[in-house]
């Protein structure tokens, strides 16, 4: 089970922290990724991270903005967005998968229930 938090309302340039919490699994054995889907639109990767933490895979959108880190002790993996835009308003979800990183939403195993982030001009 991944439950993601650390959604909600921030005026553009401002700072969020998305966390989401595993249970009930090796959380160590999962690569996790962050996807996001605005309305109307198909969901989007994010960015991803493997199983150690020691390689990351970002959209070109948020290169430099955001980073994606985890810990394993904590069952946790984080997204910290930084300089948000208008266009990063989507719910975010989580999501984990037993191969490697990938891009794809439809090889993700597992996904949380998503929190809403929304980011104001």
């Known amino acids: 089970q991944l439950q993601a938090s650390g959604g909600g309302l921030v005026q553009a340039g401002g700072s969020l922290r998305l966390s989401c919490a595993a249970s009930g699994r090796t959380f160590s054995s999962y690569t996790m990724g962050w996807f996001r889907q605005a309305p109307g639109k198909e969901r989007e990767f994010v960015s991803g991270?493997?199983?150690?933490?020691?390689?990351?895979v970002y959209v070109d959108s948020v290169k430099g903005r955001f980073t994606i880190s985890r810990s394993n002790a904590k069952n946790t993996v984080y997204l910290q967005m930084n300089s948000l835009k208008p266009e990063d308003t989507a719910v975010y979800y989580c999501?984990?998968?037993?191969?490697?990183?990938?891009?794809?939403?439809?090889?993700?195993?597992?996904w949380g229930q998503g929190t809403q982030v929304t980011v104001s001009s």
């Open positions: 999501a984990a998968r037993t191969m490697g990183l990938s891009s794809y939403y439809l090889q993700y195993d597992y």
């Open positions: 991270i493997n199983r150690n933490g020691a390689d990351t």
